[in-house]
């Protein structure tokens, strides 16, 4: 197994060498790490289970079972259409938009709303190149039903009623779910989702099917995984990247830090923040046992077009937040370069000459020194465009700091158990339909 990194990751602004008062110390790092053992250990058995778990996940997955699927998929159909929603669909729709083929030769697009004005694009897929993915752990989502209930006449009536079930995949778990009785009634295929939670299920079937259909490289993701994995299961706290950084953004919480502002340097990171921002989320935002309500705030902003809305918060704002830049260091000698012409202007001299991509970097660096020199945390994850393989690491990483900031926190990454309340209720609003005409 190889450790090498494609992964390049900054801390040096979180810490005192970086920012000075308000930094954190490896000796404060240190100190906290007594509290990660019990995590330690479960790490390992979660590594080593035979069952699938977030962490062996990229040893456990039969990729030539997903490749073989995919390939299928791809010489039959020109489109995919992925219902689904949260863990469901967030994780494969990054890796689509992040490593996906410009010019797949199908086209995989997500639909992850009920917004009826967003629904009706579906009124004009040609059905008769198109495959339908509806991806729901419990089965039971009411919108994701809800989404194939009212599209699943629109394909019968375009493919014939046998037909129609021709170009329909599900992917579930709960065999006493909702989608699993439509697939026995309807005779419509099944994959099985694992046995892991939704917003850590990326590297199963649920994101790496889409991406393969999509044109990702899965094996480069799995391959950066395995090697992050590795990584995070060495016992030394300052060389383990997800106990670290975990560890040194909880200690910035504990100074009200609470807020973590995710802000990629690339237009097609973007996705990676969507899908972060779930995982953040849902994972850490929870009652401990003693009743007290925690979590951290995920928030985003996007570089460089909010240094034009965002930055002056960042800056003189309350010191509450936490900035994660994620970047391609590439960008350096990308894009066309600014012409001499009109050097003699004063605002265009100090352009003149350079790239578009070193304007970008060069703006990158600016915001992280201006926070910085303000005692502001702030931290800078780089990779590479397109590359599966950092991007595999990046998703390991970026899971294991949410496993490790909720352990030292005292909740349950794993559960969601408040957002069950919002969905009965719905469905108890939708038995009284008047109801909820007058809210709005
Ligand atoms: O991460 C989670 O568990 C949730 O976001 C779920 O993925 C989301 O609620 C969709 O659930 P399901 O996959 O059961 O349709």
Redesign the pocket.
């Known amino acids: 197994m190889t450790n090498l990194s494609r992964l390049s990751i900054d801390n040096t602004n979180l810490t005192s060498t970086g920012i000075g008062k308000g930094g954190v110390s490896d000796d404060d790092v240190i100190a906290l790490s007594p509290k990660l053992d019990s995590l330690r250990n479960r790490i390992q058995k979660w590594i080593d289970s035979r069952q699938p778990t977030i962490l062996n996940l990229p040893f456990t997955n039969n990729l030539e079972e997903i490749k073989e699927k995919g390939q299928d998929i791809a010489h039959n159909f020109k489109r995919t259409v992925v219902f689904?929603?949260?863990?469901?669909s967030l994780g494969g729709e990054m890796l689509v938009r992040t490593l996906g083929d410009s010019t797949p030769k199908n086209t995989v697009s997500f639909y992850d709303n009920v917004d009826p004005s967003t629904m009706v694009e579906l009124e004009t897929v040609d059905w008769h190149e198109t495959l339908l993915l509806v991806?729901?752990?419990?089965g039971n989502?009411a919108e994701?039903l809800s989404q194939f209930l009212t599209i699943l006449p629109v394909m019968e009536h375009d493919l014939g009623f046998s037909k129609a079930k021709e170009h329909i995949l599900f992917i579930t778990e709960n065999k006493e779910g909702a989608l699993y009785q439509l697939s026995k009634e309807l005779k419509i295929e099944v994959i099985e989702h694992p046995p892991v939670?939704?917003?850590f299920s990326v590297l199963s079937v649920v994101g790496l099917l889409p991406a393969y259909v999509g044109g990702v490289d899965i094996e480069g993701v799995m391959e950066g995984a395995r090697s992050m994995v590795q990584r995070c299961a060495t016992k030394n706290i300052l060389d383990n990247p997800a106990f670290y950084n975990g560890a040194v953004q909880y200690l910035h919480a504990e100074q009200n830090r609470t807020i973590s502002v995710v802000m990629p340097y690339a237009d097609n990171l973007r996705f990676v923040v969507n899908w972060f921002r779930?995982l953040w989320a849902?994972s850490l935002g929870k009652i401990d046992k003693n009743g007290v309500h925690k979590g951290l705030t995920p928030t985003e902003a996007h570089g460089v077009t909010d240094q034009h809305s965002q930055l002056q918060l960042l800056l003189e704002g309350p010191d509450d937040k936490l900035v994660t830049f994620i970047t391609d260091p590439g960008f350096r000698f990308r894009g066309r370069r600014i012409p001499m012409q009109f050097k003699d202007i004063p605002a265009i001299a100090p352009l003149a000459g350079h790239t578009i991509g070193e304007l970008f970097l060069a703006e990158l660096k600016a915001t992280r020194t201006t926070l910085s020199r303000r005692g502001r945390p702030n931290r800078t994850l780089a990779l590479l465009e397109r590359d599966a393989y950092a991007l595999g690491e990046l998703i390991i990483l970026l899971e294991m700091e949410t496993i490790v900031v909720a352990e030292l926190m005292g909740v349950d990454p794993f559960d969601?158990p408040a957002v069950e309340e919002s969905k009965v209720l719905t469905r108890e609003y939708l038995s009284d339909i008047s109801s909820v005409s007058d809210l709005i």
Do not use: A, L, P
Request: cysteine-free.
């Open positions: 689904g929603i949260g863990g469901s991806i729901s752990k419990s989502t994701t939670g939704g917003r779930q849902e969601q």
